[in-house]
Nanobody, 123 residues
Framework: QVQLVESGGGLVQPGGSLRLSCAAS????????MSWYRQAPGKGRELVAR????????YYIGSVEGRFTISRDNAKNTVYLQMNSLQPEDTAVYYC????????????????WGQGTQVTVSS
């Protein structure tokens, strides 16, 4: 059974940084790409970033490119999202999700979501 546990969220001022973590279990982590999504109040869930199974390839949506970095540690079954230069529009609940394959273009496994971690950017 796939389990994903996100952590690292919090309240930060504009321009600040946070590092989110997602601990995964129940599957062979190193075989699958991973992704981060976010959901702002009153909005749908939005893809933020993806990483391939070995961690060599990444994808970001335009609004976070250059500010966020997705990475993974396959020895620790953990995927990270380093978020710098945070802005109020980054405020959302952040979730990680596994992909059905190893590459960036693999579909997302929407059947397994963690509880998410709240990120609030406010002065």
């Amino acid at each position: 059974q796939v389990q994903l546990v996100e952590s690292g969220g919090g309240l930060v001022q504009p321009g600040g940084s946070l590092r989110l973590s997602c601990a995964a279990s129940g599957f062979t982590f190193s075989d699958y790409g991973m992704s981060w999504y976010r959901q702002a109040p009153g909005k749908g869930r939005e893809l933020v970033a993806r990483v391939s199974s070995p961690g060599t390839n990444t994808y970001y949506i335009g609004s976070v490119e250059g500010r966020f970095t997705i990475s993974r540690d396959n020895a620790k079954n953990t995927v990270y999202l380093q978020m710098n230069s945070l802005q109020p529009e980054d405020t959302a609940v952040y979730y990680c999700a596994k992909l059905f394959g190893s590459t960036l273009d693999s579909p997302v496994d929407f059947t397994a979501w963690g509880q998410g971690t709240q990120v609030t950017v406010s002065s």
